[in-house]
T-cell receptor, first 115, second 114 residues
């Protein structure tokens, strides 16, 4: 079985500050991991994904994440927060069940960016 | 040119009614999903279809019945709506068996049962 845990349901940063959103995973198979962003009243948009190639993954909007097997972590970072980054962020892990490709999501982290 | 489109975007209805949500994807994916997002933003998978075959059926009341007429369409019919069904329902699509692919999501249907 696969699962992810997102530490911190709310994170607040100042504009220009480092963004760090935490995700730890549990997986019985080599994990494929994803970060999605959800802006208010919108669907989920893929930010980046880890698929066992490079451990440091770069995504859209200046975000990146590092896969650390020893820590079972896949934390999302951005060097300098922008007001437009305020959104809900979801970490997810991919598993196979009954032949289907099933994404299991964490509980989400709401990012607030303050002036 | 929308990749995954859902209709309607908003749905307000009374308890006991029956309603349907429709989803269509033009990405050529072979697998489609329904997820429910509750008021705390928690996302839970409900169903998945691959080429019109039901492959994932989580613990969902049997008032919820998905239907996939072809691999580009997945509809969700809900009978006897209850207050607890109020949520945002997301459709998504992907490729079966490719765990690296991820999903493409629609913009959601906000269902409010009054």
């Amino acid at each position: 079985a696969q699962s992810v845990t997102q530490l911190g349901s709310h994170v607040s940063v100042s504009e220009g500050a480092l963004v760090l959103l935490r995700c730890n995973y549990s997986s019985s198979v080599p994990p494929y991991l994803f970060w999605y962003v959800q802006y208010p009243n919108q669907g989920l948009q893929l930010l980046l994904k880890y698929t066992s190639a490079a451990t440091l993954v770069k995504g859209i909007n200046g975000f990146e994440a590092e896969f650390k097997k020893s820590e079972t972590s896949f934390h999302l970072t951005k060097p300098s927060a922008h007001m437009s980054d305020a959104a809900e962020y979801f970490c997810a892990v991919s598993g196979l069940t009954g032949g289907g490709n099933k994404l299991t999501f964490g509980t989400g982290t709401q990012l607030k960016v303050e002036l | 040119d929308t990749a995954v489109s859902q209709t309607p975007k908003y749905l307000v209805t009374q308890m006991g009614n029956d309603k349907s949500i429709k989803c269509e994807q033009n990405l050529g994916h072979d697998t489609m999903y329904w997820y429910k997002q509750d008021s705390k933003k928690f996302l839970k998978i409900m169903f998945s279809y691959n080429n019109k075959e039901l492959i994932i059926n989580e613990t969902v009341p049997n008032r919820f019945s998905p239907k996939s007429p072809d691999k580009a369409h997945l509809n969700l019919h809900i009978n006897s709506l209850e207050l607890g069904d109020s949520a945002v329902y997301f459709c998504a699509s992907s490729h079966q068996g490719d765990r690296s692919y991820g999903y493409t999501f629609g913009s959601g249907t906000r269902l409010t049962v009054v």
